[in-house]
């Protein structure tokens, strides 16, 4: 049983988070866009979890779906941001939680209510160490999963330039003994992960990180899953056995924190571009964001292999606004893309191979094949600035 997942999403309780998020219109998009199942988001805010109680029903062990949309499946999650010093300085990362059932979610708020509040925001700060946090979780239920976010990204990513871990194990102390994955982030690919061998024996997901349901966030990085069985027991372990077939992913390059810059309009009416490899910008003198790509120049110490266990995409809807003018949000471009979807059976199965492109235009399908064919590239993104979409001849 294979399984397209998004296991990191947030509600409308996270900062900078759509106000329009909700758990019905969750469901319809991942169905429409060939989401099989999706993270939650910020279950441990009391207000979402209340919405998550009353409008998700169990259809199997630890797996939920609204009554609304069939075969569009959740599973408990939350992300928080961890806070402690170390060696005198103060560490903050991000990590991805799944949960088995709501007892056990509410077990957690109990402890966590201890080093935060939880009821401030979405995406709660919790004031301990990553490796007391990973040990308290697996004491509750070995089965919660523990996911390192993004982990290149900077300021909240477990390897990110601003915080200065030079290892995993130096971030998480023996907590890393029950940590099974690491997702990649926008930023990151496998490839970035795989030359740094601590991380061989990890697992690696990617997820969407998104902050609304529209279909140009909602599932635009993705794991492909293979189940035994549909159920939550079943889902954690292939995870920790590494049963994934292969990831979806956003080209690091077009991500808004490849390269080092950042972004800043000055008065003479020009923005500073992104620069690698220098510590302070040429045109105004302020300090860089230090991007992946540097990070994982300093990091590597091996070649990756040759296996590729993931695939290029963009995200569709975000495509035909490059091809055919406009943005995501143009009636006809969302027209469009509903046309492309219903004829293909979700976004997925475009790219899986699936090409019923009846009635679209050939410069839009020239588009898609060269996707598909990696015959495309991005002006780097840099410092909250996403990359610019190129094609090849």
């Known amino acids: 049983m294979r399984k397209i997942c998004d296991l990191h999403i947030h509600s409308k309780y996270s900062g900078g988070a759509s106000k329009n998020i909700d758990i019905l219109k969750i469901a319809l998009n991942c169905k429409k866009k060939g989401i099989d199942i999706v993270g939650s988001g910020d279950c441990l805010h009391s207000a979402w979890l209340s919405e998550l109680k009353s409008q998700l029903s169990e259809y199997t062990q630890g797996i939920f779906c609204s009554l609304n949309v069939p075969n569009v499946y959740f599973v408990l999650q939350t992300e928080i941001e961890v806070i402690w010093k170390y060696n005198n300085h103060l560490k ?71 915080l200065q871990f030079n290892s995993i194990k130096e971030a998480l102390g023996d907590g890393i003994h029950y940590i099974h994955s690491v997702e990649t982030g926008l930023s990151a690919d496998p490839l970035m992960i795989r030359k740094i061998s601590e991380l061989n024996e990890f697992a690696i997901i990617s997820s969407s990180n998104s902050h609304s349901m529209n279909f140009n966030r909602l599932g635009r990085e993705v794991t492909k899953l293979d189940l035994n069985k549909l159920s939550y027991r079943n889902f954690i372990n292939s995870l920790r056995t590494n049963k994934i077939i292969k990831t979806f992913e956003f080209k690091p390059s077009g991500a808004k924190y490849f390269y080092d810059g950042h972004f800043h309009f000055d008065r003479n009416g020009y ?53 055919l003018g406009g943005t995501e949000y143009d009636k006809k471009n969302l027209m469009l893309y509903h ?19 009846e009635g679209i235009s050939t410069e839009l399908i020239d588009a898609i094949n060269k996707v598909k064919c990696g015959k495309f590239w991005f002006i780097p993104g840099y410092d909250s600035v996403y990359g610019n979409l190129r094609f090849k001849s």
Request: with cysteine; aromatic share 12%; glycine share 4%.
């Open 92 to 162: 903050k990362v991000h990590f991805v939680i799944l949960f088995p059932n709501f007892e056990k979610v509410e077990e957690v708020i109990d402890y966590l209510s201890k080093y935060g509040d939880l009821a401030k925001e979405g995406r709660a700060k919790i004031y301990i160490s990553a490796e007391k946090l990973i040990f308290e979780l697996n004491n509750i239920d070995p089965s919660i999963e523990i996911i390192p976010a993004h982990i290149f990204t900077p300021f909240y990513g477990i390897f990110s330039d601003s």
């Open 271 to 323: 923005f500073c571009s992104p620069k690698l490899n220098q510590a302070d910008c040429p045109y105004c003198g302020r300090k860089l964001t230090k991007g992946v790509l540097s990070r994982v120049i300093k990091l590597c110490d091996q070649k990756p292999s040759n296996h590729k266990d993931f695939q290029y995409i963009v995200p569709l809807l975000h495509l035909i606004s490059k091809v």
């Open 339 to 357: 046309k492309l979807i219903n004829n293909n059976d979700g976004e997925y199965e475009i790219w899986e191979g699936k090409s019923n492109f």
